[in-house]
């Protein structure tokens, strides 16, 4: 019994989830709920949460896994431990391929036709990501790439089956991909000198450390400049504005930060700006706004969000105004 323990522990760390889980799903769970809010008459919204949840969770894995196994060279010569390292080559693909169909399977159920042809592009977009032509390893596409295929390609799926992009969705995705090219790089940077060691060609190797950062700045303006965008469009769209005051207990939390003297630096995970924004409070109101709104069943997407994020919450929102837990992310 225990080494079947150690054997699901060891696969599920193998799929980086607790990378991806905590750090995305908001993100996509977000987008999700911003087109319910701004879409009247949404029917089925319960479902559509679902669907979009368990399919993007699923697309995810199959990506991280493929990463794992394309980087299997290098990850050995960092002597670096991402779970499996005595599964076999094949048995490691087997894996991924389950996945991809099990995914694909349920889509093929909930979504129509067109939004299967954009599942499979996003199963192509991962292939190609990690394997050749490996957009990983391209100076000027891999960030983007990257930013593009976590969240905003699978996004553009639901977006698809759905039939509507609203422009404050769009925004949304705008927010998401930034916030998500400034992750990648910050990752970049800390990872400069296993890459510089094994030859991998990334960003940051190719621009440097001092650009990279300056880059970094610059991403981050826009970051915070399409927040705005989106908090106003939602807002301009239904959104109750009594749910934005909640926005100001970050602005709280970094003034306590700044009194304490500890650093806010963009490229470490000691601390990330915005993250306790995104990734917690704005996929919270969110629900709370469409709940709101909708009534009914829809208001079992509060208690959907918080039990999922629960953690997040805390870590993000509630340790750090008592000091007792410093903030990390992946």
Not at 90 to 116: E, H
Not at 167 to 190: E, T
Request: aromatic share 14%; proline share 5%.
């Amino acid at each position: 019994m225990m080494s079947l323990f150690h054997s699901i522990r060891d696969f599920i760390h193998f799929t980086r989830m607790y990378q991806w889980h905590p750090g995305k799903m908001p993100l996509m769970l977000g987008f999700v709920l911003t087109i319910l809010l701004v879409t009247p008459d949404s029917q089925q919204g319960l479902l559509w949460v679902l669907a979009a949840y368990i399919l993007t969770c699923l697309y995810l894995t199959s990506a991280y896994m493929l990463n794992n196994i394309a980087d299997k060279k290098q990850d050995n010569i960092a002597n670096k431990r991402v779970g499996l390292e005595g599964w076999s080559h094949g048995r490691l693909v087997i894996s991924v391929i389950i996945f991809m169909v099990f995914g694909l399977g349920i889509g093929f159920v909930l979504l129509p036709v067109l939004a299967i042809y954009a599942m499979i592009g996003c199963y192509i977009l991962a292939w190609a990501y990690s394997f050749p032509p490996r957009f990983k390893e391209h100076f000027i596409l891999g960030p983007f790439v990257s930013s593009f295929a976590h969240i905003p390609a699978p996004a553009l799926v639901m977006t698809v089956a759905w039939g509507t992009l609203p422009l404050p969705a769009f925004s949304y995705l705008a927010v998401v991909f930034f916030y998500g090219l400034r992750m990648i790089l910050v990752h970049q940077l800390l990872d400069y000198e296993n890459d510089r060691i094994t030859g991998t060609h990334t960003t940051a190797i190719v621009l440097g450390v001092f650009a990279t950062r300056r880059f970094l700045q610059f991403i981050f303006v826009l970051e915070m400049l399409c927040t705005i965008i989106f908090l106003v469009l939602i807002v301009y769209a239904g959104f109750p504005k009594i749910l934005l005051i909640s926005l100001a207990w970050p602005l709280l939390l970094v003034i306590l930060r700044w009194t304490r003297r500890e650093p806010i630096q963009l490229d470490s995970y000691s601390y990330i700006p915005l993250a306790d924004v995104h990734e917690s409070l704005i996929p919270l109101i969110l629900a709370i706004g469409v709940a709101m709104r909708e009534g009914g069943i829809m208001i079992a997407i509060i208690p959907f969000i918080i039990l999922l994020f629960l953690d997040r919450y805390i870590e993000r929102l509630v340790w750090p105004l008592f000091h007792w837990k410093e903030t990390t992310n992946d």
